[in-house]
């Protein structure tokens, strides 16, 4: 599975993004898609994770009401919608897709949100 991630750039506070993470390869073993984000000397943390079907998300409770993670399995292609993006979102965002043996990582985009 090779996973690209695109749609990262530099916004203001307030504004908006969408990132898009398109998978390629043995997507159909695929279970689980997420975001993971990692600020500059901070561990990398979980943002949202979307089952295979779409219908099962979770989030962090600082994006909880501002992002919304999504999938189009037609694509094979993951979203993140960030709205109200804050100075504290800015950092390197990685696609992240787990199938029953492996778990894969995109090559990461950045996202910075000034003040």
């Known amino acids: 599975v090779q996973l690209v991630e695109s749609g990262g750039g530099l916004v203001q506070a307030g504004g908006s993004l969408r990132l898009s993470c398109a998978a390629s390869?043995?997507?159909?073993?695929?279970?689980?898609m997420g975001w993971y984000r990692q600020a500059p000397g901070k561990q990398r943390e979980l943002v949202a994770t979307?089952?295979?079907?779409?219908?099962?998300?979770n989030y962090a409770d600082s994006v909880k009401g501002r992002f919304t993670i999504s999938r189009d399995n037609a694509k094979n292609t993951m979203y993140l919608q960030m709205n109200s993006l804050k100075p504290e979102d800015t950092a390197v965002y990685y696609c992240?897709?787990?199938?029953?043996?492996?778990?894969?990582w995109g090559q990461g985009t950045q996202v910075t949100v000034s003040s």
């Open positions: 390869g043995s997507t159909f073993t695929i279970s689980r």
């Open positions: 979307i089952t295979s079907g779409g219908g099962s998300t």
């Open positions: 992240n897709a787990r199938t029953p043996l492996y778990t894969y």
